[in-house]
Structure formats: structure tokens, C-alpha cells
């Protein structure tokens, strides 16, 4: 199957979504008590069905709420698969997709090659390091519009 640019954007776009969703979600859990509406659902597939206990779900509720002081499971993992997902979709553009890495290489200049180790990498400390050197990955996407008409998605990090 043949990536094209459009297909790289709309992965990181996707992957951006789920952020800000996941991220919402997550503060919301938190100021709001939301044990008293956990059901048991299944969900049923090809391979089969899988349930999702209303018990298990209720306890994640009530802890996230009581401990809304504290970061809970759901934001945790939802910063971490998307950051992850956009990484997966960055690297793969840099392999797949010539004008892609072009864009890169033009909007980063000599931070390019640090940025591209930084993106190969992928690995837990990489991603921390990275969400901290603010100064690439997310203010270039906010003029984006170079390759893609639109507005910048880019606007869930503030940067130090």
C-alpha cells in the first residue's frame, strides 16, 4: 500500500483527536462522579466478544473521582498511545514519503537530523524529552497549511 501525505496528516490529526479527547475525559472523570452510570457492556467482534465489567468500570470511576488530586490511568496511557501513534505516523512519513521528509528537513533546518533520531527512537524517555524540547515538533505544525489547507491542529501544548 502506498502512503501519501495526506494519509501521514490525518494519522497524526487522528492520534491529536484522541489526545484532546482522552485528555478531556480524563479531567472530567475526575471533577465528576460517573461511578453510578457504569454498566457491564460486551463487545462483540469476528473473534468473538469480549465484556467489559460495569463492577471494574464503577471502582476506575469512583477511585479517579476520590483522587481527582491525582493523574489517573486514563490520561496516563492516553498521552502515552498518542504521542506514540503520532511518533509511529511522523517516522513512518520520514520513510514512505518523500515530500513529507522534505517538509521536514525545510521547516526544522540543522534541528532536522535531531529531530528525526528523536522521532526513530520512540522509546518512553525519547517521547518525555521530546514533549519538553518544545521547540520543533509542535509550533511547525501550526503552518502546516503549506501542504494541507486548514488550521494548525496544534493546540494542546504549550511548550517551556
Given at each position: ?13 487522528q ?7 482522552g485528555k478531556?475525559?480524563?479531567?472530567y ?6 461511578a453510578d452510570?457504569a454498566?457491564?457492556?460486551p463487545?462483540?467482534?469476528?473473534d468473538?466478544?469480549y465484556?467489559?465489567?460495569?463492577n471494574r ?10 483522587n ?46 535531531f529531530?528525526?533520531?528523536?522521532i526513530?527512537k ?16 509542535v509550533?511547525?505544525?501550526?503552518k502546516?497549511?503549506?501542504i494541507?489547507?486548514?488550521?494548525g ?8
Open positions: 500500500m502506498k502512503i501519501e501525505i495526506n494519509d501521514v496528516i490525518s494519522l497524526i490529526e492520534n491529536f483527536n484522541f489526545l484532546h479527547l478531556f475525559l480524563s479531567w472523570i475526575r471533577k465528576n462522579n460517573l452510570v454498566e457491564t457492556i463487545i462483540r467482534s469476528d468473538g466478544e465484556i467489559l465489567y460495569g468500570t464503577k471502582m476506575l470511576l469512583e477511585d479517579a473521582f476520590i481527582g488530586y491525582k493523574p489517573n490511568v486514563l490520561g496516563y496511557f492516553t498521552e502515552w498511545n498518542a504521542f506514540r501513534g503520532i511518533f509511529m505516523a511522523v517516522s513512518e512519513g520520514i520513510e514512505k514519503v518523500d515530500i513529507w521528509k522534505s517538509y521536514l528537513e525545510e521547516r526544522l533546518g540543522e534541528q532536522y537530523d529531530f528525526e533520531k528523536i526513530k520512540g522509546t518512553f524517555y525519547n517521547c518525555l524529552f521530546f514533549k519538553l524540547y518544545s521547540l520543533t515538533f509550533f511547525f505544525f501550526n502546516i497549511d503549506k494541507k489547507k486548514g488550521e491542529f496544534w493546540v494542546y501544548y504549550k511548550g517551556n
